[in-house]
């Protein structure tokens, strides 16, 4: 089973061949979610970043399924736009902040990724660059660009749905908050729902890979000669009438 892509696709340009399940190994057991500890490399003598991080921020709880839950809502806004479906939801405490979701086909808009969406809402709502405390649920590992804009936020955790081998930042291609000249503040978690949010990714590329085969055919029917032109004998021996 592969996520098969459109290759005009935008935010989620997976690859075909794509794992649609994380490996398996022999034990038939899942592999362990990508965590990404916040490096604090002002730790004395820490022995690596992830000691540094409470237990609470790197193990998914029923809240974090009940906010992914909410990204995936807003998944379905982008789909509904005839847009890559991705969602995010970005969350201060219980509260949703905003949310947002990937739309730049609609926007004319490289950037309007779902999580730039949510970050720039809820900047605004909150009247602050910074989101500090907050956390942002996405559908699908951020890409290199939000993982950015997630930093300068300073985002405290993000849990993202799916993984994108093709462009994601937080392990799938670049981990870029493992690198601690670069992230001081964010605790990764993904693969949370992962199969669900996959499976919309998938659902809507196959769709629109049936949609084009579709116009494909109706296209290479019209060409066909005398196929827009009414059925009809035009063969003068057959005619019964003038
Ligand atoms: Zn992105």
Known sequence: MSIDVDPSASQTDLPAGTPAQPA???TGARPPLVVTATADPNAPNAPDAQAAVPKELTHITERD????????????????AGEVPVGAVLVRGDEVIAKGFNHPISGHDPSAHAEMAALRAAAQRLGNYRLPGCELYVTLEPCLMC???IMHARIARV???ARD???GACGSVVDAFANPQLNHHTTVIGGVLEDECGDALRSFFADRRRAVRERRAAAARDSEPGASEPLQDTNPVNRTTG
Do not use: S
């Open 24 to 26: 398996v190994d022999q």
């Open 65 to 80: 399924l009940h906010f992914m839950g909410l990204a995936q809502a807003a998944a379905d806004e982008a789909r509904a």
């Open 147 to 149: 993982a950015g804009a």
């Open 159 to 161: 849990v993202f749905g």
């Open 165 to 167: 081998p093709k462009t």
